[in-house]
């Protein structure tokens, strides 16, 4: 018999652990298929060189988590530290009283939105977007039961109902919604 660890069982608290676990397993696999494409290999800049030289086959798991501490840190920066910040200096200049919550909540949305704007402007996540769009035209066709052949593929929609990102943008407005109340 399998023992399960107790955070992995409470709830709210198994939530954080899953979401780490699947982020992990989310970057893994992301600099699996970069090394399969052979990208780190094509043109490694400085840092990738004494990385890999200091750490030898290690060299993923040190990016992995020093990517993921900048990612934690911007993420806190731009969705707490920012909005707050700015809702603190409007709040000086004009009384936002209950709205102050819903006007917090507002500038995450607009952060949230102008930053897959501005990435998707980056040639990479551009084409990253595009593979995107081709999965979820890829499952409408599986869905619907058609052969996949790209003229059943052209023909379906891009945007998918359940769509991670998609998800997380719904979740963000939700909770802008409900902590504005």
């Given at each position: 018999k399998t023992v399960t660890a107790w955070y992995r069982k409470t709830p709210f608290v198994r939530g954080i652990f899953n979401f780490v676990a699947t982020l992990m397993d989310g970057y893994k696999c992301l600099m699996k298929s970069a090394e399969k494409s052979g990208y780190d290999e094509e043109n490694?800049?400085?840092?990738?060189?004494?990385?890999?030289?200091?750490?030898?086959?290690?060299?993923?798991?040190?990016?992995?988590?020093?990517?993921?501490?900048?990612?934690?840190?911007?993420?806190l920066l731009l969705f707490m530290v920012i909005p707050t910040f700015v809702v603190n200096w409007l709040n000086s200049l004009l009384p936002l009283g209950g709205l102050a919550t819903l006007v917090e909540g507002i500038i995450k949305v607009a952060i949230l939105v102008g930053y897959m704007v501005a990435v998707s402007k980056t040639p990479d996540i551009h084409r990253m977007f595009q593979y995107h769009g081709a999965e979820h035209k890829s499952i409408y066709c599986y869905e619907a039961g058609l052969p996949l052949t790209v003229e059943n593929v052209r023909k379906q929609g891009r945007l998918h109902p359940r769509c991670g990102t998609s998800f997380l943008l719904i979740v963000v407005i939700i909770s802008v919604l409900v902590n504005s109340f």
């Open positions: 490694p800049d400085k840092l990738d060189l004494w990385i890999q030289k200091h750490f030898g086959e290690k060299a993923g798991t040190v990016i992995m988590f020093i990517a993921s501490v900048i990612g934690a840190a911007l993420a």
